[in-house]
């Protein structure tokens, strides 16, 4: 087995299998570094930018950034968590998050970033932006008002013959996720299930199926997000 | 099956790398690109419709509607404006009939607005079916419009023809060079193939030695040096290694690349097989902004005559094994794609979405091969390092910065154009050289750049001083630099942005949200604090060079221009939301037939 690569986070001493990315890295030592586009697994986007930490003194992508020795990186600094709580307040006022009436509550990481961080209300002003939803798919919603272009969906699921059933369409703040509605209709359930699955928020929601498990039970309900790697002092 | 579409996907051997090319061709043939063809191309290429649709999507000139018979891209960059861009866009919109994002009724004629052409020393400016119309007025449109009524071929609605090459018959556009100063390296003698023949007695690393010694640095603007990134080049393990020339030059007021493929086409190709000697490479690719599709045959035969005179193709220059080939890739608008490792998704045929780092282009570029991305301007100045010694070069210029820089200079000025000046010019001389007067503020190095007024014309045009990769806007008092610059500058970076990262996607439209709400005269002196905070936000978190200097015309000019946000500024409140209650209730207030005492 090869040597391990030994760094710091936060002035923590940590291990990391060689060519592990910073944030897995992190997550194995049970630091906490939060992200949003970032699924254990997949190749890494780098986009929602919450995992940024700062290593000599510039920020990197904690999911894009290959642990290298005797690195020391900041993480839980005001500098950082700050820049973070900003990011997550973008991420609400660019869309339409509205909590208590979407499926995903409970188990959505937005909602569950926003209680870590104790957004109150966003700096930002709301932009209140007029999304379209598209039910054109019999097996899927696609709800863009809570859509935050993660990629999750486009880079980690194909229907079974390896075709991609979503992708990004148009580009900027006109960026959307894009259904291929033919290629969905032939999706198991179970892989329906598994999109909704892996999107972070509710922008993917399975059609003709309800709620299986009551608000106030659900995965962020009763702890942090974050809370299996570290919890909140 | 559509037959044509077939023999475009038929001469991209159904390769889905080339779906740039594809959807070039089919666009330029039938004016859009019909969803017919997308599922045809899917099919053909064994991909999904939404993944031909998230390329198409991407680019600024492919249009899944018809946009016209005719089809006007009227620019419409700060400089167009400062130009009269408005009285020319107001006679286009009189004379058709339809505003701008439409096309007239019988679907002939179609308006649409686009980034800076390339065009800035002769706007106003508009591409008409490819063709470039420079220095438009009203009565010129007024021309334009009724031989567009009358049928005409595009090429037979110009009044002129530009000087040098442009007048040549593969081109013949209405393009002038505007070279106003030629300097020591790049417009001055050339011979063209004798660097070559040079070349090929040394050895692979002594040319690289050389451009090392030479200090050159790239010319694009962010100055990396070009000998080091072709050594890291050809030090990383691939099977294959290519060279890219990025001639993508959307920086809005940037258009010496234009001059150097119009005029010095032979040594930017004859500095591309030099790269590819270098670097062992087969392959070059030229990475042409559309804008410049104008000069497509042109650059074609040139590089067919090249091949037929043994300087591209096998064997160059008599040397055994040494093979280089060039094609040409075409963008299809998306100023992004001007960043190297977005450029290179774009020529694999897909979202020009700059990549993370690492891996760096030089290790894992061009279809995951160790890929060289050299500047145009870049290229050429290593023919002549070559030719005349690194040691010459290093005479010119200053310590840090080698040799000669292109500029181009536009805006409030009498003599806009290309001025090929020596490094560690001061911006106070360059001003006199072009003819300004009544200066307000430069902004160097495009919207991406920095804006500067007369407490910074002392500094230089260097890497040490004032790195740029040439864009020089002059803008005179008589301007509103927040109005007329500013906020037209974040409106293209709210275009522009690839919308990957979150901070460039969002914070980008609520920087302008809060400059606007400035502007509007609701500005209170928190708003310039927050101002400044949101827009280092940017700088940090971004990934790519556009994302962390998007917020740069804010920042720059909060900076450098501090009086001409506070003027705008309310000091005698704490707190302005800026929420217009009038105008928020106004629907209903006129539905019930009744206005509240607000």
Not at chain 2, 370 to 398: F, H, R
Request: hydrophobic share 35%; net charge negative.
């Amino acid at each position: 087995m090869s040597e391990k690569i030994k760094f710091t986070i936060d002035g923590k001493e940590c291990f990391a299998e060689p060519g592990q990315n910073i944030l897995d890295a992190a997550t194995d030592n049970g630091v906490y570094i939060p992200a949003l586009c970032h699924m254990r697994g997949i190749k890494p986007a780098g986009s929602c930018r919450l995992c940024n930490v700062k290593i000599a003194g510039r920020l990197m992508t904690a999911c894009t950034t290959p642990v290298e020795h005797g690195m020391d990186i900041e993480n839980d600094i005001p500098e950082i968590q700050g820049l973070r709580l900003a990011i997550i307040e973008m991420l609400f006022v660019e869309g339409n998050h509205f909590c208590p009436a979407c499926e995903k509550s409970g188990n959505c990481e937005l909602q569950a970033l926003a209680y870590r961080y104790q957004m109150m209300v966003p700096r930002f002003p709301y932009e209140f932006p007029v999304k379209e939803i598209d039910a054109s798919s019999p097996k899927l919603i696609i709800d863009r008002n809570r859509c935050i272009l993660c990629k999750r969906c486009i880079r980690s699921f194909t229907d079974e013959n390896g075709k991609n059933i979503f992708a990004f369409k148009k580009r900027g703040h006109k960026l959307q996720i894009n259904i291929d509605a033919k290629l969905s209709a032939n999706l198991s359930d179970e892989m329906a299930q598994k999109a909704m699955d892996i999107c972070p928020v509710g922008a993917i929601i399975r059609k003709e199926k309800g709620f299986d498990q009551p608000i106030g039970t659900r995965k962020y309900d009763k702890v942090p997000i974050g809370s299996d790697i570290k919890s909140v002092i | 099956m559509s037959t044509y579409v077939k023999n475009i996907i038929d001469k991209y051997n159904n390769d889905e790398t080339r779906l740039m090319d594809i959807l070039i061709d089919i666009q330029s043939e039938i004016g859009y690109i019909p969803n017919e063809a997308v599922e045809q191309i899917s099919q053909s290429l064994n991909i999904s419709i939404v993944d031909v649709e998230q390329t198409l999507t991407f680019y600024h000139f492919f249009s899944q509607k018809p946009i016209g018979d005719y089809v006007v891209y009227l620019n419409n960059s700060v400089v167009a404006n400062m130009m009269g861009r408005s009285e020319v866009a107001k006679t286009f919109e009189e004379e058709v009939g339809c505003g701008f994002n439409n096309v007239s009724d019988d679907g002939k004629i179609g308006l649409y607005s686009t980034a800076c052409i390339g065009m800035s020393d002769q706007e106003p400016a508009a591409i008409i079916n490819g063709c470039v119309f420079t220095k438009l007025s009203p009565a010129r449109v007024k021309d334009i419009v009724a031989d567009m009524r009358a049928g005409k071929n595009v090429k037979e609605m110009f009044n002129e023809y530009g000087d040098g090459q442009n007048n040549s018959e593969l081109i013949k556009s209405m393009v002038f060079n505007n070279i106003r100063k030629r300097g020591e390296v790049l417009f001055s003698d050339y011979e063209n193939g004798a660097a070559l023949k040079k070349v090929v007695t040394m050895t692979q690393d002594e040319v690289i030695e050389e451009v090392k010694t030479s200090y050159i640095r790239g010319r694009g603007g962010a100055g990396f040096p070009t000998g080091l990134k072709w050594d890291f080049c050809r030090k990383s393990e691939g099977e294959i290694r290519y060279l890219i020339c990025n001639a993508d030059e959307g920086e809005p007021g940037t258009f010496k690349e234009r001059v150097i493929l119009t005029e010095l086409p032979k040594m930017l190709f004859e500095g591309m097989a030099i790269a590819g000697y270098a670097l062992d490479a087969k392959n070059g690719v030229l990475y042409l902004r559309s804008e410049y599709t104008y000069l497509k045959d042109y650059l074609e035969n040139i590089i067919q005559e090249l091949r037929e005179t043994n300087q591209l193709g096998e064997n160059i220059a008599g040397k055994q094994g040494f093979d280089f080939d060039i094609r040409i890739q075409f963008g299809a608008g998306a100023y992004v794609c001007g960043e190297e490792s977005a450029l290179i998704e774009s020529a694999e045929g897909k979202r020009g979405e700059p990549r993370n780092r690492p891996p760096f282009p030089v290790q894992k570029g061009y279809m995951q091969q160790p890929t060289v991305v050299n500047n145009a301007e870049t290229l050429c100045s290593v023919v002549k390092i070559l030719l005349k010694g690194a040691d010459w070069y290093t005479m010119m210029g200053t310590r840090e910065s080698s040799g000669t820089k292109l500029i181009s200079v536009s805006g409030d000025c009498r003599y806009p154009g290309v001025y090929e000046i020596e490094w560690g010019l001061r911006i106070r001389d360059m001003l006199e050289m072009v003819g300004a007067e009544d200066i307000q503020a430069v902004q160097v190095g495009g919207p991406s750049g920095t804006c500067i007024g007369e407490r910074s014309f002392k500094r230089t045009i260097c890497y040490e001083d004032f790195p740029t990769g040439g864009s020089m806007m002059i803008i005179d008092n008589k301007r509103n630099l927040l109005k007329d610059v500013v906020k037209h500058f974040m409106d293209f970076f709210i275009e522009e942005s690839c919308g990957s990262c979150v901070p460039c996607r969002a914070l980008t439209v609520i920087l302008k949200n809060k400059l606007q709400k400035i502007l509007d005269g609701n500005g209170v002196m928190n708003d310039l604090t927050e101002l400044k905070k949101w827009c280092n936000m940017m700088k940090q978190a971004n990934r790519c060079g556009l994302g962390q200097t998007a917020a740069n015309p804010i920042l720059t000019t909060l900076e450098n221009f501090p009086e001409e946000y506070e003027k705008l500024i309310n000091k005698d409140i704490d707190f302005n939301s800026g929420f217009d209650l009038s105008a928020a209730v106004g629907e209903s207030c006129e539905a019930v037939g009744r206005t509240p005492n607000l």
